[in-house]
């Protein structure tokens, strides 16, 4: 357990300091006070006070963490205008947060999620500069007798192209792609003999474990995937190209993470593989058994997710104000504090139901259900 703690806790303090300091950096940056910048929630463990009056402190619960503003009502940047124009004198009004143009508001507020995908860019390209890329391309070596391949008809000696529309630029792509796939049929573009093939593929779902002992509901074709001439193709970037292909990665992250949760709301997706902090933990905590890199590697991939949930626009999340400001832009004024409290408790009864849903799913990962 203490194994799976540590690394956890490590990837949690990085992911979400990053996430907030994005909020505090331009929250500073337009003369906006803030008063508290946490990691966790609930009780402090420790803490100090900068020169400005900030307090930065830990807290017991480690599932996120908040910036308070000047004049918020609470954690959530909750505040009523029209009652701080009241209590605040001119000076003081400067460093309310509610006052500032939406412009910068909604800066504030966009700059703790694109913190993350930075953090994932800037992990990615580390890898890809100091310990390589693998290009090699994906030969099939095997394709199993009466498996989905063969009925497709892929053969031996395939080179596999793209995957549902998406380049297969090494053999790691093969396996991430087809887990990744959401639909029915996934697309095969192969090279034959310098012809190039479009095959649909219908894969079957194993109930198995993953590579970690973790319990997954796995698509399988039936191929076994082998290297172009046997030769393995595994480059340093330079900078350039370490970035770009970085900013490609947090890009398909992105997009397969929401065509999966689409699959879900359609119902076609599995939503037993939707995990929460317990989860996290656990793989983690396996990960980084195998190193320094593969941890890395998954703190990247967290951060995109961190990042990414916090744009949907659910009330108390960031997407959720960033959805307010929009009305705001539209009306030609803010939403009124009563229509604001009816939205945070709908995004109150949606998160806790989140939580519930993949806490849920976490025991029952472990045996307990």
């Not at 194994?3 to 490590?10: E, G, K």
């Not at 009305?327 to 945070?344: A, D, H, V, Y």
């Amino acid at each position: 357990m203490f194994n799976f703690i540590v690394p956890f806790i490590v990837l949690i303090l990085v992911v979400v300091f990053i996430h907030e300091y994005g909020h505090y950096y331009f929250a500073k940056k337009y003369g906006v006070g803030v008063t508290d910048f946490s990691i966790g929630f609930g009780k402090e463990i420790f803490g100090w006070n900068d020169k400005s009056g900030t307090r930065w402190k830990v807290c017991w619960i480690p599932l996120g963490g908040y910036v308070k503003f000047f004049g918020d009502r609470n954690v959530f940047s909750q505040s009523d205008q029209e009652e701080l124009i009241k209590k605040y004198d001119e000076k003081q009004r400067e460093k309310l947060f509610v006052l500032k143009p939406l412009y910068q508001r909604s800066l504030i507020v966009a700059a703790g999620p694109i913190a993350n995908f930075i953090l994932a860019i800037v992990i990615f390209s580390f890898i890809y500069m100091f310990v390589g890329k693998d290009f090699t391309p994906a030969v099939i070596d095997e394709v199993q007798k009466e498996s989905p391949a063969e009925i497709a008809g892929l053969k031996k000696n395939d080179i596999i192209l793209e995957i549902d529309n998406n380049k297969v630029k090494s053999l790691l792509d093969v396996s991430k792609l087809i887990m990744m796939s959401t639909s029915e049929f996934i697309d095969f573009k192969i090279s034959r003999y310098d012809q190039k093939i479009i095959l649909k593929v219908k894969p079957n779902v194993i109930k198995t474990e993953d590579n970690l002992g973790n319990k997954i509901n796995k698509r399988i074709v039936g191929i076994k995937i082998g290297a172009y001439n046997n030769k393995i193709n595994h480059v340093k970037l330079g900078p350039a190209k370490a970035i770009y292909y970085s900013l490609n990665e947090v890009y398909f992250v992105s997009i397969s993470s929401l065509k999966y949760l689409g699959s879900m709301i359609q119902g076609s997706g599995d939503s037993s593989q939707l995990g929460g902090p317990i989860r996290i933990a656990k793989i983690t905590g396996q990960v980084a058994e195998f190193g320094i890199v593969p941890f890395l590697s998954i703190m990247a991939y967290i951060s995109v997710s961190l990042g990414l949930i916090n744009l949907f626009p659910i009330p108390l999340l960031d997407g959720g104000h960033l959805m307010f400001y929009g009305f705001e832009k539209i009306l030609g004024r803010p939403l009124s504090q009563k229509t604001q409290e009816g939205f945070f408790r709908i995004g109150m009864f949606l998160l806790l139901s989140l939580m519930f849903f993949v806490t849920f799913n976490d025991l029952k990962d472990l045996g307990l259900f």
